[in-house]
Structures are given as structure tokens and as C-alpha cells.
């Protein structure tokens, strides 16, 4: 078994904070000292410190290492939090181990399925061209990002689990073991009415992922959800651009 590097702090309930592509869990440094509990947020295997192994870096290789990761500390009664693929990857444990959590809650996360249609016109363009047959790199998907993000993907090489995170997003249909594995958790979110759920939402900034009409349908079809909007502007970085009212938002929900 491959260990993956995690930080950790804090007594209680375990929260546990799962960050996306192309971060680390440096992502929640400013979200996780304001929230109580016993704190962990985990690097996903190939990202951050966590080791590089040679793998496809697929959905399933990173919620396999995660169930190993989630087994090995022996985490029960969790509350879950995720950004981006975090999100997904947070519902999908989820689903599989629902007597074991306690709360899920999300940011700008990767919960559906999406046609090109609906997904930002800005963000389509990007990622058709990512999805193109024979692209090999991301070099350019940290810029703007802090430089530590950018510290473990020197090479074309190091930077395979973030391309191949960008090629994963379902959009039109594929990847369908993508789109399969996101259609089950959405299942059990739609039919788990006694797990809380938590989204929290900025008025749409540059690089926003998660449209209007993608969060009505959330409320539409997820059983519990509590969507508490700020009227201030973030992009889809939620945690690096307004940690703090993510933490109060998460305190106040915990409590």
C-alpha cells in the first residue's frame, strides 16, 4: 500500500477535507484552523507530497487509494468536505460507506454529469482542447495559482495526475466510467435524506464552474441539501479566495 501524505490536527470528530485538480491539501491551510474536530486533509496520491506510483490516475485509482487511506486510520462518524474533484470523490466514499458518515458538505465540486452546453462557454473551450486526442501535457493549468501548488509538477511527467484529472471531466457523455461512477453517488445523495448536506456558493467570478441552473438542479435532486449563498465574488477556487466564510459556514453547520 502506497501511504498518502496528509496533515492533521485538532481532537473530536474527524472532518476530513479533500481538495481537487490541480491543488493539494494546502488548499484548505486558512479553512481547517477555524473549524472543530479532529482535522485531516489528505494530499490524493500522485498530488502534493503524496508519492508519484506509476498509475493510470484514474477516478477509481484515486478513490482506491483514498478507501486505504480511510481504512488505515480508521475514520468512523465523518463529516466529509470537498472542492472540485473532492467533492466527487467525497460523495463517491460516501455512497459506498454511508454508516460511517455524518455530513457532507461541498464547494464548486464535480456532482454531475454535464453537457458542453452547460458547462461555462469559457471553460468549454479549455477543456475540449485538453480532451483533443494526443494531448500529453497541462503546463499552463497552475498559472495563477500559489506557487506551492506548482512545486510537486516540474516535469511533463509529474504533471500526468493533473491532465489526466482535466481529460476525466464528464462532459458529453465521457469519460462514461466517469459519468457511471458520478450517476451512482448522485443516486445515493438523491436517497439519503438522513445525511446532512452542505453547498456553499459565491456570485459567479472568473473560472466559476458550478452555473445556476447546475445548483438548482442539485437542490432538485439531492435529499437534505442546505445551500447557503454569499452575494460576494469568488471563482472556482472557493477555499483560497474566501476561507474564512467557509470555515464560519462549516462551524455554524457542524454545530
Known amino acids: 500500500m502506497t501511504t498518502l501524505s496528509y496533515v492533521e490536527s485538532g481532537t473530536g470528530a474527524p472532518v476530513v477535507f479533500l481538495h481537487g485538480n490541480p491543488?493539494?491539501?494546502?488548499?484548505?491551510?486558512?479553512?481547517?484552523?477555524?473549524?472543530?474536530?479532529?482535522r485531516l486533509a489528505p494530499d490524493l496520491i500522485g498530488m502534493g507530497t503524496s508519492p508519484k506510483p506509476s498509475l493510470e490516475y484514474s477516478f477509481d485509482d484515486h478513490a482506491r487509494y483514498l478507501d486505504e487511506w480511510f481504512d488505515a486510520l480508521e475514520l468512523d462518524d465523518v463529516v466529509l468536505v470537498g472542492h472540485d474533484w473532492g467533492g466527487a470523490l467525497a460523495a463517491d466514499w460516501a455512497s459506498r460507506h454511508p454508516s460511517r458518515v455524518r455530513g457532507v458538505a461541498f464547494t464548486e465540486?464535480?456532482?454531475?454529469?454535464?453537457?458542453?452546453?452547460?458547462?461555462?462557454?469559457?471553460?468549454?473551450?479549455?477543456?475540449?482542447?485538453i480532451k483533443a486526442p494526443g494531448v500529453t501535457?497541462?503546463?499552463?493549468?497552475?498559472?495563477?495559482?500559489?506557487?506551492?501548488?506548482?512545486?510537486?509538477?516540474?516535469?511533463?511527467?509529474?504533471r500526468i495526475p493533473l491532465l489526466r484529472w482535466a481529460q476525466s471531466l464528464p462532459l458529453g457523455g465521457s469519460p462514461a466510467s466517469v459519468v457511471a461512477r458520478i450517476e451512482a453517488?448522485?443516486?445515493?445523495?438523491?436517497?439519503?435524506?438522513?445525511?446532512?448536506k452542505l453547498l456553499i456558493t459565491f456570485d459567479p467570478g472568473f473560472s466559476t464552474m458550478l452555473t445556476q441552473p447546475m445548483i438548482d438542479w442539485f437542490v432538485a435532486n439531492f435529499a437534505s441539501l442546505e445551500v447557503v449563498h454569499y452575494p460576494v465574488a469568488a471563482g472556482h477556487h472557493t477555499p483560497e479566495e474566501q476561507p474564512a466564510l467557509i470555515a464560519s459556514t462549516l462551524t455554524a453547520w457542524l454545530s
Request: proline fraction near 18%.
Open 185 to 196: 453517488f448522485d443516486g445515493w445523495l438523491a436517497s439519503s435524506p438522513s445525511i446532512p
Open 23 to 38: 491543488t493539494s491539501s494546502y488548499l484548505w491551510r486558512n479553512v481547517m484552523p477555524q473549524v472543530p474536530g479532529r
Open 109 to 129: 465540486a464535480v456532482l454531475k454529469p454535464m453537457t458542453w452546453e452547460e458547462f461555462p462557454p469559457a471553460g468549454a473551450e479549455v477543456f475540449r482542447a
Open 137 to 158: 501535457d497541462i503546463p499552463d493549468f497552475l498559472a495563477g495559482l500559489p506557487p506551492e501548488y506548482a512545486r510537486p509538477y516540474p516535469t511533463p511527467e509529474s
